[in-house]
């Protein structure tokens, strides 16, 4: 079936009167998945968001639960979340990286309440690319950008209009409530695209290792800010940081993304950090993405999306980190030993 383009705003609308339909919009100069708003201009056609759309399943901000003392009675009151939402027009590399946020907090024993509630209650339809950015590489880590895995449904752009496809039984029991918007149609052949960074990634876990103790990641770090932009825009960056506000005898406690750049995420009680210094903090960033998550969970903690190569202010970009290590294992480099770094204090 198809959605003509010129019924897209009739679909959204009609969507929008039972759900918060996060589309990509333009707001203050930046794309991000926002709420629709009829007569706002819906952008599809950009390759990816600024900011991914992690943040309307694991939001920024978010209260856990608020309390309330009245003499020696304490009340406790949790945060439910019930808003059915439809993420529309999510790309194949954020799909992928949802279905990493799934396995980090909704498997190994450990689940996340508030994050299943947003994930129970999200129809995700996904839009196949037709126009990489520069800063794009997710078939490098073998994402196919046209096909949305992940996702409960894949519309792919034939021109004047998209061709839509349930992928799961959700995915197929909402097609029925588009079905007036939709007219018959078939799919076109799937245009082959031209990435202008493709990256053997094969060895990047096994090189990483190899390297751990190099001095490249001293060299690297000298230039990183600790800004924590990085975490901020990845679609698969997860850590957060749980606080309190307190007035009285009422309050909330509450959870806020966090960032490995920061200099006192790995703080710890009397003040020991386990990774006090820049070099640390950054190798570990990097680390994780390649090499960690995929000895717990069997992926990699990258997406390719290219955010953070976009954005950081320093010019650290996840790509050549992967090219670099890779040519100073060609070089041998990993019998430099554990001599060859040398940290500075941060
Ligand atoms: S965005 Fe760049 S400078 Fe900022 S913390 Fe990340 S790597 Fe460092
Ligand atoms: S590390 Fe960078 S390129 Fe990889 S998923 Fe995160 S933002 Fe995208």
Redesign the pocket.
């Known amino acids: 079936m198809i959605l003509k383009k010129e019924r897209l705003n009739d679909l959204l609308e009609a969507l929008a009167s039972k759900a918060t339909v996060y589309v990509p919009r333009e707001l203050d100069g930046q794309t991000r998945f926002a709420p629709f708003a009829k007569g706002s201009a819906v952008e599809l056609g950009k390759a990816k968001t600024v900011f991914s759309p992690k943040e309307t399943l694991f939001p920024q901000t978010e209260t856990l639960y608020t309390y309330a003392q009245l003499g020696e009675d304490i009340t406790l009151c949790e945060t439910v979340n019930t808003t059915n939402q439809v993420l529309f027009g999510v790309r194949s590399c954020d799909t992928y990286s949802i279905e990493r946020l799934d396995e980090v907090f909704l498997t190994r024993t450990f689940i996340d309440t508030l994050y299943l509630e947003r994930r129970n209650n999200t129809l995700i339809v996904a839009l196949g690319c037709t126009e990489p950015d520069r800063s794009c590489f997710c078939t490098s880590f073998g994402i196919d950008p046209a096909a949305g895995t992940g996702a409960d449904i894949q519309l792919t752009d034939t021109g004047d209009g998209y061709f839509v496809e349930a992928l799961t039984g959700r995915g197929t029991e909402a097609l029925q409530a588009w079905s007036p918007f939709l007219t018959e149609g078939q799919k076109t052949a799937a245009r082959e695209l031209t990435f202008s960074l493709a990256l053997d990634t094969s060895n990047v876990k096994d090189s990483l290792e190899q390297l751990f103790e190099h001095a490249y990641w001293n060299d690297l770090s000298m ?9 901020f825009v990845c679609p698969t960056c997860h850590c957060f940081d749980m606080s309190q506000n307190n007035k009285g005898n009422t309050g909330y406690r509450f959870r806020t993304w966090d ?1 490995c ?1 920061f200099s006192d995420y790995s703080m710890m009680a009397g003040f020991h950090n386990p990774r006090p210094t820049k070099m640390r903090r ?1 190798r570990n960033r990097f680390m994780h993405k390649l090499s960690f998550f995929s000895d717990r969970y069997g992926s990699s903690l990258c997406c390719g999306c290219g955010r ?1 190569i976009e ?4 010019g ?1 970009d996840i790509s050549r980190v992967i090219e670099d290590t890779s040519s100073l294992m060609g070089a041998g480099a990993e019998q430099q030993g554990s001599t060859a770094v040398k940290e500075v204090a941060s």
């Open positions: 230039k990183c800010l600790g800004c924590g932009t990085c975490a960032s750049t950054l953070c954005l950081c202010p320093a650290i």
